[in-house]
């Protein structure tokens, strides 16, 4: 059995059906998430200041700018709502990612895209782009693009759930439906769309964000999502391989 095999029955274990089961079942791994997913784009961040925000609501003897402080206290709020849709069994929807996003971006939106008439919660209106490639659909086109995808991810199975969790991933980021935070965003929804279907979250740890960025070029490029694919198995490994190594040294 692989380590990727090893976490996902370690997973299928717990049998979650409420919110209460899924914090449980993450335990300090939402506080890894949140740590990773915002480092990735803000190097500022830290793990003890995400920690002291999660688990006191506050930070002690804190020298950083106030942006990243949202920026953490953000996290913290998108991650309760997370908990609370899976409770509902709420669809991955247009809705949902629309909240989540404007939840992670509270107070962060910078004075040039205020100006521009972006709003956290809703669609890019002007042509932000992402990548090498430089991305992105046209504003006009992101709600068609956006519900074609989420129409294709209905009836998915739990046994091809990674792949349809990538598929997702590489085409939210190529779609990059927002003006800011697509990264953070399009992250937290994929790992909504992976506990909905009966598999681990997944960790993208912030060290690993050259291979992360080139497997989402690959999509860019060429629609190749073997590299992607292969990347959240690795990440899934590495999430889980405390608890996995915990449980066999038992």
């Known amino acids: 059995m692989t380590d990727y095999e090893k976490a996902l029955a370690l997973w299928r274990q717990k049998h979650i059906t409420s919110d209460a089961e899924l914090s449980e079942a993450l335990n300090g791994q939402s506080i890894s998430f949140a740590y990773h997913s915002g480092k990735i784009e803000n190097d500022r961040i830290t793990y003890h200041d995400t920690r002291e ?13 106030l942006r990243t402080l949202f920026e ?21 929807d247009e809705n949902l990612i629309q909240k989540m996003q404007l939840l992670l971006t509270q107070n962060t939106y910078d004075p040039r895209r205020w100006q521009l008439g972006e709003r956290p919660g809703t669609y890019k209106r002007h042509d932000f782009v992402t990548g090498k490639s430089e991305v992105g659909a046209a ?40 003006a800011d935070w697509n990264g953070r965003t399009g992250r937290l ?10 598999h681990p979250p997944i960790i993208i740890h912030e060290e690993d964000r050259r291979a992360y960025f080139e497997a989402l070029e690959a999509w860019d490029s060429n629609q190749n999502l073997d590299m992607l694919r292969n990347f959240l198995i690795t990440q899934t490994e590495k999430t889980w391989a405390r608890q996995i190594a915990r449980i066999e040294k038992n």
């Open 139 to 178: 504003p006009e086109d992101v709600q068609e693009e956006l519900c074609e995808l989420l129409c294709e991810l209905q009836n998915v199975s739990e046994q091809n759930a990674l792949t349809a969790a990538a598929y997702f991933h590489a085409k939210f980021e190529n779609i990059h439906p927002f």
């Open 53 to 65: 925000i999660f688990e006191h609501d506050g930070v002690t003897s804190y020298t950083g700018d």
């Open 72 to 92: 953490i206290r953000n996290s913290r709020d998108a991650y309760e709502y997370f908990l609370t849709a899976f409770q509902e069994r709420h669809v991955l």
């Open 189 to 198: 929804a994929m790992n909504y769309f992976l506990v909905l279907h009966n």
